[in-house]
C-alpha cells in the first residue's frame, strides 16, 4: 500500500508466477496503479503462468502517438483464460490493444 515508482521499461508491471487456488475468487488486487507507457511499444501488465488478478482503480496509457501498446498481456496458464472479475475503475488510454497474448 502506497508504493510508487517511476522508471523506464518495455513493462510496466509484471505479475507472472501468482499462484491461486482453483477456486479463487479474487486473486491478487492490485489497486491503485498508474502505469504510462512512454515508448512506441510495450505492455502495460504482463503476465506468464498466472490465473486470475482483480484491478482496482487502474489506468493504462501509453504516450507515444500511434503507439503498439498492449494494455494486458498474458500466456501460458495451463490453458487457462485470465480473470479480471473487477475492472470497473480500469482506464484503457491510447493504447493499440487491450488485451493480447492468450488472454
Known sequence: IGN???ATFQVGIDLSYFSSHENEL???IIEGATIRNLALDGRGISTVHSQIFTLENVIIEGTV???TITAIWC???NQCE????YVG???FNNVQT???GNC
Not at 82 to 85: C, D, F, I
Open 26 to 28: 479474487v486473486g491478487s
Open 82 to 85: 485470465l480473470q479480471t472479475p
Open 4 to 6: 510508487s515508482a517511476v
Open 98 to 100: 487491450l488485451r493480447g
Open 65 to 67: 502517438p500511434d503507439n
Open 89 to 91: 475503475d480500469v482506464q
Open 75 to 77: 500466456n501460458n496458464c
